[in-house]
């Protein structure tokens, strides 16, 4: 079986190659091997690979700089999808694709279920919802991980900024007010390479799943959890999101409930703490 993964040098793509390594030939695109701006050059990659899965890792994820650009957010992560996924179509390729929990309002007391009506509060929530909507729309073979919170040995993301601002700040300040699963970007890899490997896949249905880490925490919980497992002893203020202004709204409650990926995969992704320590561990 040959495979596509674009986003390659991301923090899941980077993650995944080593992971799909043993389904199949995998053909990995970074920007330069593969720029999702260029429609037509994702029509002749795929083309010429001819993957039987195509596994789309890039998005234009800067949640906050999403706001301002949103032309180019919508440009990667619905007009480039919709090609892939129109690609996908056209050979009969299985899409791999990942969403997230910011296609939620976060109002909901509960973690969110894949039926749950979706209500972006930001520019890239509504760009993901959007992408959903055209790989659904195209009728191509697909599967849709929602995940929330990514992070990873690689990138930039909150567990190295929290580290980074730590040893040079005499005080941190960070939210308690939103509630999450921090995900780490192994996780995902592994329960997709585990998905793919199910010997019943072409039997089951195209859609969407929810794939988050276990258990739940704030991001102030996550911070104060990263600087305890590494003995650093900077202080962590908890502070409301209205303490803390941003540009994108986020949810209040970003939980997902991975229920629907466990009883058709079997797939269950361990605590978050697991997934952290790993990390940790990992860049040591
Ligand atoms: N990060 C999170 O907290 C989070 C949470 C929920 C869901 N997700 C979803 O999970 C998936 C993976 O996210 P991630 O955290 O791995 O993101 P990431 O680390 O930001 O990686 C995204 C990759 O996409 C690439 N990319 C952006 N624009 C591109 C373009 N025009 N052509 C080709 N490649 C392009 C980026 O390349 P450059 O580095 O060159 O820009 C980057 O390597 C995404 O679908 C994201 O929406 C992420």
Same mark, same amino acid.
């Given at each position: 079986m040959r495979i596509a993964l674009t986003g390659s040098k991301g923090q899941v793509g980077s993650a995944l190659a080593p992971a799909l390594d043993s389904l199949g030939a995998l053909s990995t695109f970074d920007r330069h091997g *593969?720029?999702?701006?260029?429609l037509q050059s994702i029509r002749t990659t795929i083309a010429q690979v001819r993957p039987g899965i195509i596994i789309n890792a890039?998005?234009?994820?800067a949640v906050d700089r999403a706001e301002r650009e949103r032309d180019a957010v919508f440009a990667v992560n619905v007009q480039a999808v919709a090609e892939l996924a129109h690609a996908a179509k056209s050979m009969d390729a299985l899409l791999i694709h990942f969403s997230t929990?910011?296609?939620?309002?976060?109002?909901?007391p509960t973690p969110y279920i894949e039926a749950d009506a979706p209500n972006p509060l930001s520019v890239y929530g509504h760009s993901k919802l959007a992408g959903e909507r055209a790989i659904a729309a195209s009728g191509c073979r697909h599967f849709i991980f929602r995940t929330s919170w990514v992070y990873g040995? *690689?990138?930039?993301n909150f567990l190295h900024a929290i580290l980074a601002a730590a040893r040079s700040k005499p005080e941190l300040r960070v939210v308690n007010d939103q509630r999450g699963a921090p995900t780490s970007s192994a996780a995902i890899a592994g329960a997709v390479a585990q998905v793919l490997a199910n010997p019943d896949l072409s039997t089951k249905a195209s859609g969407l799943y929810h794939l988050s880490a276990g258990g739940e925490t704030t991001w102030h919980g996550f911070a104060t959890a990263i600087l305890r497992a590494k003995g650093i002893k900077t202080p962590i203020l908890a502070v409301g999101s209205h303490e803390y202004p941003v540009a994108a709204k986020r949810p209040k409650n970003s939980l997902l409930d991975n229920t629907q990926i466990g009883a058709t995969f079997g797939v269950a992704l361990p605590d978050w703490r697991q997934g952290m320590a790993a990390v940790l561990a990992a860049i040591n």
């Open positions: *593969l720029d999702l701006l260029d890039a998005a234009y994820t929990d910011y296609v939620f309002d976060g109002e909901k040995p *690689l990138g930039r």
